[in-house]
C-alpha cells in the first residue's frame, strides 16, 4: 500500500482551569478543582472518512479513578476536521486537582471507515467500548490557572488492515503523543519544486527530533496545503527540529532534504523553513513480507530512512517514508514505491497492545535496500524474534 497523504487527528485538550497548573510527573496534594475542555481537531489521510462513535471522555488519577468530563455520544467523521475545525467533546468540565496520566474515549458501536473507493468498512476497535481507546498523559492541575494540552493522534499509523480471503478486518491502534500548547511552538513554511519553483500540494512534510540514541524520529507530521504551505504546530519547545520531506506529488517522486536543525524556545517559539526539492529523475520500489504475520492485538509499521545531510556535520538516517503492512489470509507484506533511487534502510516495528491498553514493542534488525538502474526493485523480509 502506497500512501501519499499523511496527515494527523488531533484530540485538543483545553483549559485546566481554577487551579496552578504544572507539568511533570510527580503527584499534587493540592486541594480545589479545575476545569477542563476536550476538542477533536486536524485530520488524517489515506482514506475518505474515519467515523468515530464517542460516547464519554474521561480522565483518570490514582487519587480519584476515572473521572467523566463529558458525555459527547455523536460519531465525528475526524477527516471533516480540517483548516482550524474543531469538535467539541466536553466543555468546561469539572475535576478534582491532582495529577493526571491517562485520559481514555469510550467509544460506541458505529465506527467505520470508507475507503477511496467509496466502500464503507466497519472499524474494529478493541475494548473501545470496554475499557476505552487510551491516551497517555503526564499533568499536574492545581487551583487556579488555566492551561490547554494537546494529543497528536496519527490516524495514517493507526488503522490497520488485517483480512482472511476476501473479508477486511480494519483495527483502529491509536499512536498518539501529549503535549502541552502553551510550551509548544510552530514551524511553518512552504514547499517547491527547485526547478519550477511551483509548489508541491499534498505533499507530506515531517518535523524529527533525536531520540535517546541520536537517531531522528518522527514528532509530528502535516500535509502542505494548496500553495504548498505546511505548519508543523504542537512542537515541544525546548528542542532541536529538522524539517523533512520526500514528497510524491502526483506522478513526481522528489529527492528527500533535511533542513538544518531549527531550535525551538520560549523566547523564540515560531520559525520558518522554505524547501526547494528536486525531481528524481528514476525511482524504484521496495516490497517484502513479514514473520510471523501480525495478530489481532498486533500493530505493524516499516520505517524507511536514508542518510541526508542537514548540514555538513548533521548527517543522520532520516525517516523519508512510513508504510503499513497488510495482512490477507494470514500472509503479511509491504510495499513502498515512488523511491528515488539511492541507498535505504528499512525496518519493521510492532505495538503489540493488550485488553488494558498496554503496549509493548518489538522491532527486526534493520535492512539496506539500494535501488539503482541495474536493480529498481528491491525484496526486504523481516522476521521478529
Known sequence: MHLLDRRNTLLALAALAAGGLAVGCGGSTNSGSGMMSVHLVDAPGDYLHVDLDV??????????????????????????????????????????????????????????????????????????????????????????TTKDVFIDFDAHRSVFIHEAGKSGMYILRPVVRAYDRVVTGTISGHLFDSATKAPLAGATVTAQDLDSTGAPEVARTVTTGPDGSYALDLLPIGTSYYVVAQPVVGP????????????????????????????????????????????????DEVDVRE??????????PFVVRITLPTETAGVESYAVDALPFGTYSLQLLRRTIAADGTESTAASAAATATLATVTPAATVNFTLP
Open 55 to 144: 460516547q464519554t471522555v474521561e480522565i483518570h488519577s490514582n487519587a480519584t479513578g476515572w473521572v467523566t468530563l463529558g458525555h459527547p455520544a455523536k460519531v465525528i467523521d475526524l477527516l471533516s476536521l480540517t483548516g482550524g475545525v474543531d469538535e467539541t467533546l466536553a466543555d468546561g468540565a469539572s475535576l478534582p486537582a491532582g495529577h493526571y496520566e491517562q485520559m481514555r474515549l469510550v467509544l460506541g458501536s458505529d465506527n467505520t471507515v470508507t475507503l477511496a473507493d467509496g466502500t464503507v468498512e466497519p472499524l474494529k476497535v478493541p475494548s473501545g467500548s470496554q475499557s476505552g481507546v487510551k491516551l497517555p498523559v503526564s499533568f499536574d492541575v492545581a487551583a487556579g
Open 252 to 299: 513526481v517522486s522528489y529527492q528527500a532534504k533535511a533542513s538544518a536543525p531549527v531550535a525551538l524556545a520560549a523566547s523564540a517559539p515560531l520559525s520558518a523553513v522554505d524547501l526547494d526539492l528536486d525531481a528524481a529523475t528514476a525511482t524504484g520500489a521496495v516490497s517484502g513480507g513479514v514473520l510471523p504475520a501480525a495478530g489481532v492485538d498486533d500493530a
Open 307 to 316: 542518510t541526508l545531510a542537514a548540514t555538513p556535520l548533521d548527517v543522520l
